[in-house]
């Protein structure tokens, strides 16, 4: 086993292996090695070492937000004073409603926003005193903001991984 | 949704264990059996309050390429558009929100040219600007969501 931070082509098959998930049966981590010709020992220690170097963020559920009743989502951005916004964003960022948090480019003069925050909550009314507490904290250094409530999910496929070989910028059917 | 089921949902959005049989183990944790473990998780991925169970991989480590991108679409061609830009494999996912940037969509492609090649490929296809916004900086990225009160 490799114990450098590189991921090997062994580490890619067996990222391949689980990127579906993992099978639901006593021995999970057997049954993905027989698929790949890995024994269980390596296996884990495999899967261990991509957690260890943040190439696994983590293992385990994850939930359909809708259906554990988050149905109302909504990606709140803000114009941020340009020295101040890391600051405020890991603050914003550690608000436990809040996701995702990210500083992304301003596209001027339509978006004037730099600071973006998804929101999930039950309903709209908790939404709106999410952003009343993300609006008091980063105070005068936000000029203005908007929430985009998402109207329809348009399409949701699982975060597959790249694909090996480059397969163009056409649709493709594969 | 039985006790059980609100606090695997709770409890194991991490820290799965990685070990011969990790069910049994996480069965101690809570209370239950192995058998149990795995048929509960099996239904609650079945019924699909749970998308997926399994390792979370972060994909900009293994050399993929991510952006957020977003069109502002005319109402009367937002189906024909969502449709073209359905239509590549690269896109992830794709809301529709209101605002005048009412189209927003994750690209996740192999390297960063051929992130920017989908991208010119949309605009041609749809003869629409597609805006980029590129993570310039993560303050935050976790998804772990309490089973509300009120809920089932």
Not at chain 2, 110 to 116: G, I, K, T, Y
Request: one cysteine or more; a negative charge; aromatic letters at 8%.
């Amino acid at each position: 086993m490799t114990s450098s931070d590189t991921v090997d082509e062994i580490d890619h098959a067996l990222i391949r292996a689980t990127q579906n998930g993992l099978p639901l049966t006593p021995h999970p981590y057997r049954d993905i090695g027989l698929g790949i010709g890995l024994g269980p020992d390596d296996v884990e220690q495999r899967l261990q070492r991509l957690q260890d170097i943040g190439v696994i963020r983590r293992i385990g559920i994850i939930p359909n937000h809708y259906r554990l009743g988050y149905r109302a989502n909504g990606m709140s951005v803000w114009d941020v004073t340009d020295d101040r916004v890391d600051n405020l964003g890991f603050q914003i960022g550690a608000l436990h409603f809040v996701s995702h948090c990210y500083r992304r480019p301003r596209h001027l003069p339509d978006w004037p926003f730099n600071l973006f925050a998804m929101i999930h909550a039950t309903t709209r009314d908790e939404i709106d005193t999410r952003i009343a507490d993300i609006a008091s904290i980063l105070g005068k250094e936000c000029r203005s903001h908007r929430v985009l409530f998402s109207e329809k999910i348009l399409k949701k496929t699982g975060l597959r991984l790249p694909k090996p070989k480059r397969c163009g910028a056409r649709p493709c059917s594969d | 949704m039985t006790p059980l089921d609100r606090a695997l949902i709770n409890g194991l959005q991490g820290g799965f264990p990685v070990c011969d049989r990790p069910f049994a183990e996480i069965a101690k944790q809570f209370g239950s059996d192995e058998t149990t473990i795995i048929s509960r998780i099996a239904a609650l991925q079945e019924d699909g309050v749970i998308s997926r169970f399994g390792p979370l991989y972060n994909t900009e480590m293994l050399g993929g390429a991510v952006t957020l991108a977003a069109i502002a679409v005319p109402e009367e061609r937002f189906d024909e558009v969502a449709d073209i830009v359905n239509g590549f494999d690269e896109v992830a996912h794709n809301y529709k929100r209101h605002d005048r940037l009412n189209m927003w969509f994750v690209i996740l492609a192999q390297s960063q040219d051929a992130l920017f090649d989908v991208i010119a490929h949309i605009r041609t296809a749809t003869g629409l600007d597609v805006l980029n916004f590129p993570k310039e900086q993560e303050y935050f990225l976790e998804l772990r969501l309490e089973v509300p009160d009120d809920q089932f």
